[in-house]
């Protein structure tokens, strides 16, 4: 079951939500309305699932960035998010896929007890000049159904992610013995 607006305002009064800077004007039916954040990373070179990823990372300026299509940016979100109750679900919108910005379609999961400032996938179908701190996409809290497991408690590969992050598929990769 999703949250809506109002649930999501009582979950963050009682602190079973935290989004930090939170903002009530940002909430919608059911969402929240989450922000793209300052720094981007470029990933233009050929990728290796077996090798970490080189980038260049920038501030992007008050006066905006172009993203350009056949690059892949990784960008992070403006607000940091936390539930020990509640899983989370991260999308663009209607707002940037109108611009035809497509982001964060693969890990769109945040597990209980994950609190991150989400790394975001971002390609672009055209030229599109984009801004810190814009409106970028909605966040869903989720009820999770059984018994929960926080993620901080596994020890997850992404567990001390601070924002941008980039794959860490080589780490399993080399631990199972694969190529690196």
Not at 12 to 40: F, H, K, M, Q, T
Not at 161 to 170: A, E, K, P, Q
Request: net charge neutral; with cysteine; charged share 20%.
């Amino acid at each position: 079951m999703i949250l809506t607006g109002r649930a999501i305002a009582n979950a963050v009064a009682r602190g079973d939500i935290a989004i930090d800077p939170y903002d009530p004007c940002r909430l919608s039916p059911n969402a929240y309305d989450w922000r793209l954040g300052e720094r981007i990373r470029t990933c233009e070179d050929v990728l290796d699932a077996a090798r970490p990823t080189d980038f260049a990372e920038s501030v992007i300026p008050d006066a905006g960035m172009t993203l350009v299509p056949g690059v892949l940016y990784l960008g992070v979100t403006h607000e940091r998010t936390w539930s020990e109750r509640y899983a989370q679900f991260l999308n663009g919108d209607r707002t940037i896929g109108s611009l035809g910005i497509w982001v964060h379609v693969s890990a769109p999961l945040g597990h209980t007890g994950h609190a991150i400032a989400w790394t975001l996938e971002i390609r672009v179908a055209r030229p599109v000049r984009v801004y810190p701190g814009m409106t970028f996409g909605k966040l869903v809290f989720l009820h999770t159904f059984g018994a929960t497991a926080s993620y901080q408690q596994h020890g997850r590969k992404y567990t001390a992610s601070t924002g941008i992050d980039i794959s860490r598929l080589y780490q399993e990769l080399l631990s199972d013995g694969g190529q690196p």
